[in-house]
Every structure is written in structure tokens, then in C-alpha cells.
């Protein structure tokens, strides 16, 4: 079965085809038949209007419809800090030594992604006023300069979750992530398996099969370098079916940057 996208792509080839012929058409029609040039324009305007409104619906449509699982993302403040780049504590203070949500984004099977689905679907903090207290502790912004949050919101709103307004309008968006950070408590399936926060190294396989045995399928793992170069555990990815509720088996692991030995900085 073709991909939606795809027959949005055949859709804009066939379209570019009628016009063409049409142009052609008109052309040759034009110097026989004059006395039915107001026939024939209508004619061949109609064809051209029909195409690009089934053309507009496919795009419509394929925004709102089309993708087949999210990633679940997680970061690890203590390595987006403990990095080349500088973060700053937001203006509620320092977080706590937790993963934080990074964000919940729409994926195709194939490994590409949409992005950017609806320019006219604006982050409202309005609509998600009963999350604030939640999306503070849990979805911390670190970036600098410090803020409320509502910057990085914003962004993964626009970005990621009109990508997924066919299944989650805004409030939804953010409280199926809030209500999955709830459900997979990655802090604790890792100290379980005696893997702290604590400077020290820790083989990558062990991480993921940490995880896997918690939630019954394989994580993406991703690593950034501190300042000495040290690869250490930056953020997991865990895939969640489209309903943006159960994690399910990933169909494709992000790429992760991960040495061998990957060390669990402190926070």
C-alpha cells in the first residue's frame, strides 16, 4: 500500500501533466474552433480547477492523516548541561534530577518525518492551562536565555503535534505525553538495574536491555560529548502508537551516537 505522501507526489505530477496538455489542447482547438472558445474555456478551466482542489484535499488530508507512530523522546538534563553548549535553569528553578520530556513526534515507518503540518494552529497556553503545574516538572525547558517554557511548548506544539491533529488537539498532545513520562519512570527502571546518575560509565548494551525488560521493547539510545569528550546518555527514544497512549515496538531505531561504554553524568 503506497504511502499517503506519496500519492500527494503522484498527485502533483498528474496535475502538472493536465496543465500542460491542457495549454496544448487549447492551443490547437483555439484556431479551428473560435466560435466555441467561451465553451472550450470553461471546459478545460473546469478541468484544471477540478484537479487542483483534489490535489489541495490530498495535501490536506495526508497532513492530517498521515503517519504511522510516534518517538516518545526523553532527555537526561545532566548531559544537555554537561556539554559544550550552555543551558540555564528555568525561571521555576532547577529542575529536579529526572529525565524531562523532550517531545512526542510524529514518524513515518521509513525513518522521515512531517513537521510543520499547520501554520494556522498556534501554540495556546490557554488551551493547556490545567497542565502547567504538570509541564514545569516534567517538560522543563533548559535552553538560554531561562523561561517560563512556553518557548519550547510552542515549538514542539508547531513543529511535531500539528502533525498529529487528526488523533490529538493540543490539550490531548501535551497530556498524552505528560501521562506517558507517568507511565515509563526511566530514572527508575535504570537505577533498578543498579545504573545511577553518577559520573560513572556504563555499557551501552546493558542500558538498552534495561529498558527493554521495563517496558518489553527495544529504546533508542542517543549520546552527546561533554567537555572532555565523553560519550554519555543524552536521550531515549521509546515508539507509542498513533493514539499517542501504548508503547509499542519500534518500526524503525533512531540513529543513536553512542560509544560502547556510555557514561550517566550527574545532576
Request: aromatic content about 12%.
Amino acid at each position: 500500500m503506497q504511502n499517503c505522501h506519496s500519492i500527494v507526489e503522484k498527485a502533483q505530477t498528474n496535475n502538472k501533466v493536465i496543465l500542460k496538455k491542457s495549454v496544448i489542447i487549447w492551443g490547437e482547438k483555439r484556431a479551428k474552433l473560435r466560435k466555441k472558445k467561451k465553451k472550450l474555456t470553461m471546459r478545460y478551466r473546469s478541468s484544471i480547477l477540478i484537479s487542483l482542489l483534489v490535489f489541495q484535499y490530498l495535501s490536506i488530508f495526508c497532513v492530517a492523516q498521515d503517519f504511522d507512530f510516534f518517538y516518545f523522546v526523553q532527555q537526561w538534563p545532566g548531559a544537555y548541561c554537561d556539554s559544550r553548549q550552555t543551558c540555564c535553569y528555568p525561571k521555576t528553578g532547577k529542575p529536579a534530577a529526572d529525565f524531562g520530556i523532550h517531545g512526542l513526534w510524529p514518524n513515518y515507518k521509513d525513518g522521515s518525518y512531517p513537521s510543520n503540518c499547520d501554520p494556522d494552529s498556534v501554540f495556546d497556553k490557554s488551551e493547556i492551562s490545567d497542565l502547567m503545574s504538570s509541564l514545569e516538572k516534567y517538560w522543563p525547558s533548559l535552553s538560554c536565555p531561562s523561561s517560563n517554557g512556553f518557548r519550547f511548548w510552542s515549538h514542539e506544539w508547531e513543529k511535531h503535534g500539528t502533525c498529529s491533529e487528526s488523533e490529538l488537539d493540543q490539550h490531548d498532545y501535551f497530556q498524552s505525553a505528560l501521562k506517558l513520562k507517568e507511565k515509563v519512570n526511566l530514572l527508575q527502571i535504570l537505577k533498578k538495574a543498579e545504573i545511577e546518575p553518577d559520573d560513572g560509565f556504563y555499557s551501552l548494551k546493558s542500558l538498552v536491555e534495561a529498558i527493554k525488560e521495563a517496558t518489553g521493547y527495544e529504546p533508542g539510545i542517543d549520546c552527546n560529548r561533554d567537555s572532555a569528550g565523553n560519550s554519555q546518555l543524552y536521550q531515549i527514544y521509546l515508539c507509542v502508537d498513533t493514539s499517542g497512549s501504548d508503547i509499542i515496538k519500534c518500526p524503525v531505531l533512531p540513529r543513536g551516537r553512542c560509544a560502547s561504554q556510555v557514561q550517566f553524568a550527574k545532576f
